[in-house]
C-alpha cells in the first residue's frame, strides 16, 4: 500500500532533493522551498562555496526568488519548508520578510535560531513572529547531513595523507 504524503512531507521532500543537490555540488546539503496558496513559488539550496559568499544561504536566495515572484519584500501568507534549522542570519531574514510560517527538518543544535541556540523566529520582542513546525521527515534530513559531514572528513583525512 502507498503512503500518503501530508502536504509538510511533499514539500520537505522537495528540500530534500535540493539539499542532495548541493551536496553533489560539494556544498553543505540544506534545501529550502517557499510555497505561497498551494503552490511552490521559489527555491533554494545552499551555495556558498561556489558563489564564494557567506550570504548564499538556501533560505535567502529562496526569500529572494520569491521576493520577485510575488512582487513584494514581504511575503506574508509563505511557508517556508528548509532541511535544517535557520541560522541567525536566515532567520532573521524571514522575520523581515514577515513569513507566516517556516517547517523545519532537523534542528542545528551548534547555529540554530529556531530554538536550539536562540529563537528568533518566535522571539515576542519583534513585531513578527513565525510560526514553527519542528522535525518534519527529521531522520531524512539528518542522515543527509551526518553522511555528507563523514564523507568530508574522510576525504580530508586522506587529503592529509598524501
Same mark, same amino acid.
Given at each position: =500500500?502507498?503512503?500518503? #504524503? ?6 520537505? !521532500?522537495? &528540500?530534500?532533493?535540493? &539539499? !542532495?543537490? %548541493? &551536496? ?12 505561497? $496558496? ?8 545552499? @551555495?556558498?562555496?561556489?558563489? /564564494? ?7 535567502? #536566495?529562496?526569500?529572494?526568488? &520569491? ?6 519584500? @514581504?511575503?506574508?501568507?509563505?511557508? =517556508?519548508?528548509?532541511?535544517? $534549522? ?10 523581515? %520578510?514577515? =513569513?507566516? /510560517?517556516?517547517?523545519?527538518?532537523? =534542528?542545528?543544535? !551548534?547555529?540554530?535560531? %529556531? ?8 522571539? $515576542? ?7 514553527? $513546525? @519542528? ?10 547531513? !551526518? ?7 574522510? @576525504? ?7
Amino acid at each position: =500500500m502507498k503512503q500518503v #504524503l501530508t502536504d509538510d512531507e511533499k514539500y520537505m !521532500k522537495m &528540500a530534500i532533493k535540493l &539539499a !542532495k543537490k %548541493a &551536496a553533489d555540488m560539494g556544498e553543505v546539503p540544506i534545501g529550502c522551498v517557499i510555497v505561497y $496558496e498551494g503552490k511552490v513559488i521559489a527555491r533554494g539550496y545552499n @551555495r556558498r562555496t561556489m558563489d /564564494k559568499s557567506t550570504l548564499s544561504h538556501a533560505e535567502i #536566495l529562496a526569500i529572494k526568488k &520569491a521576493s520577485k515572484v510575488v512582487g513584494d519584500w @514581504r511575503l506574508e501568507g509563505c511557508t =517556508m519548508y528548509v532541511t535544517l $534549522e535557520p541560522c541567525q542570519m536566515c532567520a532573521g531574514a524571514i522575520i523581515q %520578510a514577515r =513569513m507566516d /510560517k517556516v517547517v523545519i527538518g532537523c =534542528m542545528n543544535a !551548534k547555529a540554530g535560531c %529556531a530554538g536550539s541556540v536562540l529563537n528568533i523566529l518566535e522571539h $515576542e520582542g519583534f513585531n513578527h513572529q513565525a510560526v514553527v $513546525e @519542528r522535525g518534519v521527515l527529521e531522520e531524512e534530513c539528518s542522515i543527509l547531513l !551526518k553522511e555528507f559531514f563523514s564523507n568530508l572528513r574522510k @576525504r580530508l583525512k586522506v587529503k592529509t595523507q598524501d
